[in-house]
Protein backbone atom coordinates (compact mmCIF):
# COMPACT_ATOMS: atom_id res chain seq x y z
CA UNK A 1 0.00 0.00 0.00
CA UNK A 2 1.53 3.35 -0.97
CA UNK A 3 0.77 5.52 1.72
CA UNK A 4 4.06 8.28 1.20
CA UNK A 5 2.72 11.66 -0.62
CA UNK A 6 6.15 11.34 -2.76
CA UNK A 7 4.97 8.27 -3.92
CA UNK A 8 1.31 8.91 -4.23
CA UNK A 9 2.88 11.89 -6.82
CA UNK A 10 5.27 9.38 -8.55
CA UNK A 11 2.26 6.57 -8.92
CA UNK A 12 0.05 9.36 -10.98
CA UNK A 13 2.92 10.35 -12.82
CA UNK A 14 3.42 6.83 -13.64
CA UNK A 15 -0.21 6.74 -14.81
CA UNK A 16 -0.60 10.10 -16.72
CA UNK A 17 2.53 8.72 -18.26
CA UNK A 18 1.39 5.42 -19.66
CA UNK A 19 -1.89 5.66 -20.16
CA UNK A 20 -2.86 9.06 -21.15
CA UNK A 21 -2.48 11.15 -24.54
CA UNK A 22 -4.36 13.76 -26.80
CA UNK A 23 -7.26 11.16 -27.19
CA UNK A 24 -7.40 8.99 -24.34
CA UNK A 25 -8.03 11.38 -21.67
CA UNK A 26 -8.29 10.25 -18.06
CA UNK A 27 -10.66 12.27 -15.40
CA UNK A 28 -9.81 12.68 -11.67
CA UNK A 29 -12.44 10.31 -10.54
CA UNK A 30 -10.30 7.61 -13.12
CA UNK A 31 -7.36 8.47 -11.59
CA UNK A 32 -8.79 7.62 -7.97
CA UNK A 33 -9.90 4.55 -8.96
CA UNK A 34 -6.41 3.30 -10.47
CA UNK A 35 -4.72 4.71 -7.52
CA UNK A 36 -6.99 2.16 -5.59
CA UNK A 37 -6.98 -0.35 -7.75
CA UNK A 38 -3.32 -0.87 -8.73
CA UNK A 39 -1.37 1.07 -6.38
CA UNK A 40 -3.90 0.57 -2.57
CA UNK A 41 -3.03 3.87 -2.90
CA UNK A 42 -6.26 6.26 -1.33
CA UNK A 43 -6.86 10.09 -2.31
CA UNK A 44 -9.17 12.15 -2.59
CA UNK A 45 -9.75 14.88 -5.58
CA UNK A 46 -7.94 17.55 -4.28
CA UNK A 47 -4.96 15.30 -3.60
CA UNK A 48 -5.02 15.23 -7.20
CA UNK A 49 -5.48 18.28 -8.36
CA UNK A 50 -2.52 19.42 -5.97
CA UNK A 51 -0.26 16.36 -7.09
CA UNK A 52 -1.04 17.29 -11.38
CA UNK A 53 -0.30 21.45 -10.41
CA UNK A 54 2.98 19.97 -8.68
CA UNK A 55 4.23 17.99 -12.18
CA UNK A 56 2.84 20.84 -13.91
CA UNK A 57 4.84 23.01 -12.23
CA UNK A 58 8.15 20.42 -12.20
CA UNK A 59 8.42 20.78 -15.94
CA UNK A 60 5.90 18.09 -17.44
CA UNK A 61 3.26 18.72 -20.14
CA UNK A 62 0.48 17.49 -18.71
CA UNK A 63 -2.99 19.49 -20.52
CA UNK A 64 -6.38 19.72 -18.17
CA UNK A 65 -9.72 19.54 -20.66
CA UNK A 66 -12.54 21.22 -19.83
CA UNK A 67 -16.08 20.84 -20.50
CA UNK A 68 -17.86 16.92 -21.05
CA UNK A 69 -14.97 15.18 -21.85
CA UNK A 70 -12.67 16.46 -19.11
CA UNK A 71 -9.64 15.39 -17.36
CA UNK A 72 -5.99 15.38 -18.15
CA UNK A 73 -3.20 13.94 -20.27
CA UNK A 74 0.40 13.76 -20.60
CA UNK A 75 0.30 16.49 -23.77
CA UNK A 76 4.57 16.25 -24.92
CA UNK A 77 6.41 12.81 -24.81
CA UNK A 78 10.39 12.62 -25.80
CA UNK A 79 8.84 10.96 -29.03
CA UNK A 80 6.39 11.31 -31.09
CA UNK A 81 4.58 8.39 -32.58
CA UNK A 82 5.77 8.60 -35.66
CA UNK A 83 9.34 9.14 -34.21
CA UNK A 84 9.07 6.11 -32.49
CA UNK A 85 7.68 4.22 -35.51
CA UNK A 86 11.23 5.47 -37.70
CA UNK A 87 13.28 4.07 -34.94
CA UNK A 88 11.40 0.66 -34.89
CA UNK A 89 11.85 0.69 -38.25
CA UNK A 90 15.99 1.29 -37.90
CA UNK A 91 16.22 -1.09 -35.38
CA UNK A 92 14.17 -3.91 -37.36
CA UNK A 93 16.19 -3.56 -40.47
CA UNK A 94 19.69 -3.29 -38.68
CA UNK A 95 21.47 -6.48 -39.93
CA UNK A 96 24.20 -5.65 -36.79
CA UNK A 97 21.37 -6.11 -34.30
CA UNK A 98 20.49 -10.02 -33.25
CA UNK A 99 16.74 -10.71 -32.97
CA UNK A 100 16.92 -11.41 -29.11
CA UNK A 101 18.07 -7.68 -28.66
CA UNK A 102 16.02 -5.90 -31.56
CA UNK A 103 13.01 -7.13 -29.59
CA UNK A 104 14.27 -5.93 -26.19
CA UNK A 105 14.84 -2.52 -27.90
CA UNK A 106 12.17 -2.34 -29.61
CA UNK A 107 9.59 -3.04 -26.14
CA UNK A 108 11.77 -0.50 -24.43
CA UNK A 109 10.97 2.05 -27.22
CA UNK A 110 7.11 1.04 -26.86
CA UNK A 111 7.24 2.17 -23.41
CA UNK A 112 7.79 5.54 -24.60
CA UNK A 113 5.00 5.81 -26.28
CA UNK A 114 2.05 5.24 -23.91
CA UNK A 115 -0.03 2.42 -23.77
CA UNK A 116 -2.09 2.80 -26.53
CA UNK A 117 0.27 3.95 -28.96
CA UNK A 118 2.48 1.07 -28.24
CA UNK A 119 0.20 -1.32 -28.90
CA UNK A 120 -0.77 0.50 -32.46
CA UNK A 121 3.49 -0.30 -33.01
CA UNK A 122 3.69 -3.73 -32.28
CA UNK A 123 1.00 -4.60 -34.65
CA UNK A 124 3.70 -2.53 -37.46
CA UNK A 125 6.55 -4.92 -36.07
CA UNK A 126 7.61 -7.60 -38.41
CA UNK A 127 11.18 -9.46 -37.69
CA UNK A 128 10.35 -12.84 -37.87
CA UNK A 129 12.35 -13.68 -40.92
CA UNK A 130 14.82 -10.45 -41.43
CA UNK A 131 18.05 -11.21 -41.69
CA UNK A 132 19.84 -10.50 -38.37
CA UNK A 133 23.20 -11.19 -36.62
CA UNK A 134 23.86 -14.19 -34.60
CA UNK A 135 26.71 -12.81 -32.87
CA UNK A 136 25.80 -11.10 -29.44
CA UNK A 137 29.15 -9.64 -28.84
CA UNK A 138 28.32 -6.58 -30.85
CA UNK A 139 26.68 -4.48 -28.00
CA UNK A 140 30.21 -5.41 -25.79
CA UNK A 141 32.40 -4.63 -29.02
CA UNK A 142 30.16 -1.26 -28.96
CA UNK A 143 31.47 -0.61 -25.74
CA UNK A 144 34.64 -1.45 -25.35
CA UNK A 145 35.24 0.75 -28.80
CA UNK A 146 33.06 3.80 -27.11
CA UNK A 147 35.53 3.50 -24.17
CA UNK A 148 38.45 3.11 -26.24
CA UNK A 149 38.40 6.42 -28.59
CA UNK A 150 36.91 8.17 -24.83
CA UNK A 151 40.05 7.17 -23.53
CA UNK A 152 42.35 7.29 -26.67
CA UNK A 153 43.22 4.14 -26.44
CA UNK A 154 43.88 1.21 -29.12
CA UNK A 155 42.12 -2.30 -29.65
CA UNK A 156 42.92 -5.57 -30.71
CA UNK A 157 40.51 -8.56 -32.01
CA UNK A 158 40.03 -11.19 -34.39
CA UNK A 159 38.61 -10.09 -37.65
CA UNK A 160 36.39 -12.77 -39.50
CA UNK A 161 34.66 -14.06 -42.63
CA UNK A 162 31.93 -16.60 -43.53
CA UNK A 163 33.32 -20.10 -45.22
CA UNK A 164 31.10 -22.13 -47.06
CA UNK A 165 29.81 -24.08 -44.00
CA UNK A 166 28.30 -20.44 -43.07
CA UNK A 167 30.43 -20.71 -40.27
CA UNK A 168 32.14 -17.55 -39.26
CA UNK A 169 35.73 -18.40 -39.21
CA UNK A 170 39.05 -15.95 -38.59
CA UNK A 171 41.12 -14.46 -40.86
CA UNK A 172 44.83 -14.16 -41.04
CA UNK A 173 44.71 -17.29 -39.23
CA UNK A 174 43.62 -16.50 -36.89
CA UNK A 175 45.81 -13.26 -35.81
CA UNK A 176 44.80 -10.16 -34.11
CA UNK A 177 44.21 -6.82 -35.71
CA UNK A 178 45.52 -3.97 -33.88
CA UNK A 179 44.11 -0.33 -34.61
CA UNK A 180 42.93 2.88 -33.43
CA UNK A 181 39.36 3.30 -33.47
CA UNK A 182 38.30 6.46 -34.49
CA UNK A 183 34.39 6.45 -35.11
CA UNK A 184 31.81 4.79 -36.08
CA UNK A 185 29.41 4.70 -38.76
CA UNK A 186 26.13 2.86 -40.31
CA UNK A 187 26.44 1.65 -43.44
CA UNK A 188 23.75 -0.75 -46.02
CA UNK A 189 22.42 -1.69 -42.91
CA UNK A 190 25.35 -2.87 -40.83
CA UNK A 191 27.55 -0.95 -38.59
CA UNK A 192 31.28 -0.19 -39.00
CA UNK A 193 34.28 0.74 -37.36
CA UNK A 194 36.67 3.44 -38.88
CA UNK A 195 39.97 3.16 -37.61
CA UNK A 196 43.53 3.94 -38.10
CA UNK A 197 46.31 0.69 -39.00
CA UNK A 198 49.67 1.53 -38.58
CA UNK A 199 50.81 -1.66 -40.51
CA UNK A 200 49.21 -0.15 -43.55
CA UNK A 201 49.45 3.96 -42.51
CA UNK A 202 45.60 4.09 -43.51
CA UNK A 203 42.36 4.51 -42.75
CA UNK A 204 40.46 1.08 -42.63
CA UNK A 205 36.73 -0.22 -41.59
CA UNK A 206 35.05 -3.35 -40.12
CA UNK A 207 32.07 -4.98 -40.09
CA UNK A 208 31.27 -4.73 -35.95
CA UNK A 209 29.21 -8.22 -35.75
CA UNK A 210 32.52 -10.01 -37.67
CA UNK A 211 35.37 -8.54 -35.01
CA UNK A 212 35.67 -11.40 -31.94
CA UNK A 213 37.72 -11.55 -28.64
CA UNK A 214 37.70 -7.60 -28.96
CA UNK A 215 39.81 -5.79 -25.70
CA UNK A 216 41.13 -2.61 -25.14
CA UNK A 217 44.75 -2.74 -25.22
CA UNK A 218 47.04 0.43 -23.21
CA UNK A 219 48.41 2.09 -26.04
CA UNK A 220 47.73 5.69 -27.07
CA UNK A 221 45.89 6.03 -30.40
CA UNK A 222 47.35 6.72 -33.47
CA UNK A 223 46.53 7.95 -36.81
CA UNK A 224 45.02 11.30 -35.41
CA UNK A 225 47.01 13.74 -38.22
CA UNK A 226 44.84 11.12 -40.79
CA UNK A 227 41.55 12.29 -39.44
CA UNK A 228 42.10 16.16 -38.36
CA UNK A 229 40.45 16.75 -41.76
CA UNK A 230 38.34 13.62 -42.32
CA UNK A 231 34.87 13.90 -43.33
CA UNK A 232 32.39 10.65 -42.48
CA UNK A 233 29.49 11.76 -44.66
CA UNK A 234 32.20 12.15 -47.60
CA UNK A 235 33.78 9.23 -46.67
CA UNK A 236 30.32 7.09 -46.73
CA UNK A 237 29.32 8.39 -50.65
CA UNK A 238 32.30 7.71 -52.05
CA UNK A 239 33.30 3.98 -50.25
CA UNK A 240 30.90 1.59 -51.72
CA UNK A 241 29.77 -1.63 -49.78
CA UNK A 242 32.10 -0.02 -46.96
CA UNK A 243 34.84 -2.32 -49.28
CA UNK A 244 38.54 -0.69 -50.07
CA UNK A 245 40.24 0.15 -52.82
CA UNK A 246 41.99 3.35 -54.33
CA UNK A 247 40.26 6.80 -54.18
CA UNK A 248 40.02 7.85 -57.61
CA UNK A 249 38.15 11.52 -59.48
CA UNK A 250 36.09 9.75 -62.15
CA UNK A 251 34.29 11.61 -64.68
CA UNK A 252 31.07 9.88 -65.70
CA UNK A 253 28.75 10.23 -68.69
CA UNK A 254 25.35 9.05 -67.51
CA UNK A 255 21.96 9.32 -69.62
CA UNK A 256 19.43 12.13 -67.82
CA UNK A 257 17.08 10.02 -66.51
CA UNK A 258 19.81 9.14 -64.12
CA UNK A 259 20.08 12.59 -62.18
CA UNK A 260 18.35 11.54 -59.67
CA UNK A 261 20.00 8.09 -59.09
CA UNK A 262 23.55 10.19 -59.11
CA UNK A 263 21.67 12.88 -56.40
CA UNK A 264 20.91 9.94 -53.77
CA UNK A 265 24.38 8.69 -54.17
CA UNK A 266 26.14 11.41 -54.10
CA UNK A 267 24.23 14.21 -52.01
CA UNK A 268 22.93 17.03 -54.00
CA UNK A 269 26.25 19.39 -54.10
CA UNK A 270 27.46 17.07 -56.40
CA UNK A 271 28.21 18.41 -60.23
CA UNK A 272 25.60 18.19 -62.98
CA UNK A 273 26.95 19.41 -66.52
CA UNK A 274 24.70 18.96 -69.63
CA UNK A 275 26.02 17.84 -72.67
CA UNK A 276 22.57 17.06 -74.31
CA UNK A 277 19.05 16.61 -74.52
CA UNK A 278 19.68 13.29 -73.02
CA UNK A 279 23.05 13.14 -71.54
CA UNK A 280 25.29 14.83 -68.66
CA UNK A 281 28.97 14.33 -67.28
CA UNK A 282 29.50 14.25 -63.66
CA UNK A 283 32.77 14.46 -61.76
CA UNK A 284 32.57 12.26 -58.29
CA UNK A 285 35.21 11.34 -55.58
CA UNK A 286 34.76 7.22 -54.92
CA UNK A 287 36.92 4.24 -53.65
CA UNK A 288 37.50 2.10 -56.98
CA UNK A 289 36.29 -1.49 -56.42
CA UNK A 290 34.72 -3.97 -57.87
CA UNK A 291 31.55 -2.80 -55.57
CA UNK A 292 31.96 -0.14 -57.30
CA UNK A 293 31.80 -1.60 -60.47
CA UNK A 294 28.83 -3.63 -59.83
CA UNK A 295 26.94 -0.35 -58.67
CA UNK A 296 27.75 0.65 -62.57
CA UNK A 297 26.75 -2.24 -64.27
CA UNK A 298 23.69 -2.12 -62.73
CA UNK A 299 23.05 0.88 -64.15
CA UNK A 300 23.62 -0.81 -67.97
CA UNK A 301 24.29 1.51 -70.66
CA UNK A 302 23.06 4.81 -68.91
CA UNK A 303 26.26 5.18 -67.80
CA UNK A 304 29.68 4.96 -69.43
CA UNK A 305 33.52 5.86 -67.70
CA UNK A 306 34.99 8.81 -69.50
CA UNK A 307 38.01 9.39 -67.46
CA UNK A 308 40.96 8.04 -66.03
CA UNK A 309 41.86 6.11 -68.31
CA UNK A 310 43.10 2.87 -66.47
CA UNK A 311 39.57 2.75 -64.46
CA UNK A 312 38.20 2.70 -67.43
CA UNK A 313 40.12 -0.14 -69.03
CA UNK A 314 39.65 -1.76 -65.19
CA UNK A 315 35.60 -1.23 -65.24
CA UNK A 316 35.86 -3.07 -69.14
CA UNK A 317 37.87 -6.08 -67.83
CA UNK A 318 35.55 -6.45 -64.91
CA UNK A 319 32.62 -6.37 -67.58
CA UNK A 320 34.23 -8.90 -69.53
CA UNK A 321 35.39 -10.94 -66.96
CA UNK A 322 31.76 -11.90 -66.07
CA UNK A 323 30.86 -12.25 -69.66
CA UNK A 324 33.45 -14.69 -70.07
CA UNK A 325 31.59 -17.13 -67.73
CA UNK A 326 28.54 -17.39 -70.35
CA UNK A 327 30.26 -17.61 -73.23
CA UNK A 328 30.76 -21.67 -72.75
CA UNK A 329 27.63 -23.91 -73.05
CA UNK A 330 25.59 -24.43 -69.71
CA UNK A 331 26.24 -27.75 -67.83
CA UNK A 332 22.70 -28.90 -67.30
CA UNK A 333 23.84 -31.85 -64.98
CA UNK A 334 24.17 -29.62 -62.14
CA UNK A 335 26.60 -29.16 -59.23
CA UNK A 336 29.29 -31.58 -59.08
Known sequence: MVNNDKQKLLCLLKILWTRTDRQ??????????????EYQCTC????IYTNVDALIHAGFKIKQVKGNTHGYYMEERIFSLPELKLLVDA???SKFITRSKTNQLIRKLEGLAGVENAARLQRQVYVHNRAKTDNER???????????????????????????????VPKKNGDLYEVSP???????????????????????????????YMRQVDMIRTGRKNFEDFDL??????????FSGTDESINLKCGSDLVGVIIDRFGK???????????????VNVTVSPQFFGWLAALGTSVEIISPAHVRESYRAYINGIAANYNQTLDHSGPK
Open 24 to 37: HILNSRDLIRILQD
Open 182 to 212: WCLTWDDENYYLVAYEDASDSIRHYRVDKMK
Open 138 to 168: VYANVDIIHSSIAENKKIRFQYCAWNVKKQL
Open 233 to 242: ATFSKKTFGM
Open 44 to 47: DRRT
Open 91 to 93: VQS
Open 269 to 283: DVMIMPVDDQHFHTH
